[in-house]
Nanobody, 129 residues
Framework: QVQLVESGGGLVQTGGSLRLSCVVS????????IGWFLQAPGKEREGVAV????????AYRDSVKGRFTISSDNAKNTVYLQMDNLQPEDTAVYSC??????????????????????WGVGTQVTISS
């Protein structure tokens, strides 16, 4: 069974930084895609960033390009989301999720929440203005 556990959320001021961690456990995860998603109050869940664990390919939503960086330490079974220059509109619950391999799709395909198979419970990120 695949399990994902997030940590690293908190309250920071505008312009600050946070690093979220997602520890992944289970079988055959080396070929999975792991993504970070956010859900703001009253809104739908949206993809933020995703990484292929097999080749390190990444994709980001437009609003975080240049500010957020996703990375994977496969030896530690951990995926990170480094978030810099945080803005109030980044306030949300951030969750990580995993997808089994899907052939012949670009890594950006996994920014769609509905394609992910396993989810963590999430961690709150709040940015004060």
């Amino acid at each position: 069974q695949v399990q994902l556990v997030e940590s690293g959320g908190g309250l920071v001021q505008t312009g600050g930084s946070l690093r979220l961690s997602c520890v992944v456990s289970g079988f055959g995860l080396d070929r999975y895609s792991i993504g970070w998603f956010l859900q703001a109050p009253g809104k739908e869940r949206e993809g933020v960033a995703v990484i292929h664990r097999s080749d390190g390919a990444t994709a980001y939503r437009d609003s975080v390009k240049g500010r957020f960086t996703i990375s994977s330490d496969n030896a530690k079974n951990t995926v990170y989301l480094q978030m810099d220059n945080l803005q109030p509109e980044d306030t949300a619950v951030y969750s990580c999720a995993a997808s089994r391999p899907i052939r012949s799709v670009d890594v950006s395909y996994f920014l769609r929440p509905y394609v992910m198979d396993y989810w963590g419970v999430g961690t709150q990120v709040t940015i004060s203005s």
